[in-house]
């Protein structure tokens, strides 16, 4: 008997030969059917959430669109309303005193941008937070991380934040534009660029200066309304002071009928007054109103007039420093000089000449 027929006598299966291959099960029709009853089913059962999802998030992207483009459309139609305005007024008695309709332009305009950056980015921000609330994500942990990202950059950033927000302000209140004359207490010279976060001045000697918007604590701005050009005269006080105020007064007349003084100047050349009396001079103080940046301008020209008028009409200009008087009495030239020390030789030249001299009436009688 062979082993084939003893092991199937004793109910054990022969191993398959290295000749035989194992079997491969093949899907057949009824199993394909069974996958595709159960896809279907669970479409069947779970259409109506992903229809119910999808919908939202279509509903949250459409309101959102809306809005953002009613938004910047409201912020585009108010600047327009805003340039509209500086136009009205531009070339009116009004006007003249405002900042030109260009820079207001421009000023308007970069608020418009940084209003509708603003709003986009608030808009779009909170229709994408709800779209992942919409699909079930829980927000906690990423507002929490948000949260404490923003502390953190607040911390390390607060300087940069500082002057971003101090930029906008700047902006906002127009408290000054390209081309001001300004005194902002860490440095003054013209305005040659603005920024949210940096403006750069150019200085008197043709240096740039960059100052941190957070750094400015106060602003003076020589550029808007008017200016004030002061001159203080100072004659004897015996002068005739209504002579003086007639010669000013004639050269102030003078002076305003000319160009371009009559452009520079916004107001009459008035004689104040006295300013101060002194008992070897008076001051008499001249002003005038005059366009913005052009008051140093006016007054080196006013002096200028006022001292050949003076000259003209015999009137001395008085005044300066004076020089002190030289009072003091000669010095002694011993007095430099250092005391001898206990061991030098007293009978050296040295000791002799820092010795101080015995008076005359001290001194020995004469035999």
Request: zero cysteines.
């Amino acid at each position: 008997m062979s082993l084939s027929a003893v092991l199937l006598a004793a109910g054990a299966s022969p191993s398959p030969t290295p000749s035989e291959s194992p079997t491969v099960t093949v899907p057949t029709l009824q199993d394909a059917q069974e996958s595709a009853t159960n896809a279907a089913g669970w479409v069947e059962e779970n259409w109506s959430t992903w229809l119910a999802i999808g919908l939202r998030v279509l509903l949250i992207l459409v309101i959102a669109g809306i809005l953002r483009v009613v938004v910047r459309r409201a912020i585009t139609k108010l600047i327009d309303r805003m340039n509209r305005t500086v136009q009205a007024v531009d070339g009116t008695a009004l006007g003249g005193l405002l900042v030109n309709a260009e820079r207001r332009r421009q000023r308007s305009q970069a608020i418009g941008s940084v209003l509708r950056s603003v709003a986009s980015f608030l808009i779009l921000g909170t229709a994408g937070l709800m779209i992942l609330g919409t699909f079930e994500i829980n927000l906690a942990p990423l507002l929490a991380s948000a949260g404490v990202a923003g502390v953190a950059i607040g911390f390390g950033a607060r300087n940069l934040v500082t002057d971003f927000l101090s930029g906008v302000f700047m902006i906002l209140e127009d408290q000054y534009g390209v081309g001001d004359q300004i005194d902002a207490g860490v440095a003054s010279g013209e305005v040659i660029e603005v920024g949210l976060r940096v403006t750069k001045l150019r200085g008197d000697n043709g240096e740039i200066w960059y100052v941190r918007n957070g750094e400015v604590k106060r602003i003076g701005n020589l550029s808007q309304g008017w200016a004030t050009a002061g001159v203080d005269v100072t004659v004897r006080p015996s002068e005739d002071l209504a002579k003086v105020k007639q010669t000013i007064d004639a050269v102030a007349e003078k002076m305003s009928k000319e160009e371009p003084w009559n452009e520079l100047l916004w107001g009459p050349i008035e004689v104040l007054g006295l300013d101060s009396v002194f008992l070897d001079s008076m001051v008499v103080r001249v002003s005038a109103k005059t366009m913005p940046g052009k008051a140093l301008t006016v007054e080196r020209e006013l002096r200028w007039r006022i001292k050949r008028a003076f000259d003209a009409a015999d009137i001395p200009i008085v005044g300066g420093p004076a020089v002190p008087a030289d009072t003091d009495a000669a010095a002694d030239p011993t007095a430099g000089m250092a005391p001898p020390s206990v061991y030098a030789n007293t009978g050296s030249p040295q000791s002799a000449a820092a010795s101080p001299l015995t008076p005359p009436s001290a001194a020995a009688p004469m035999k």
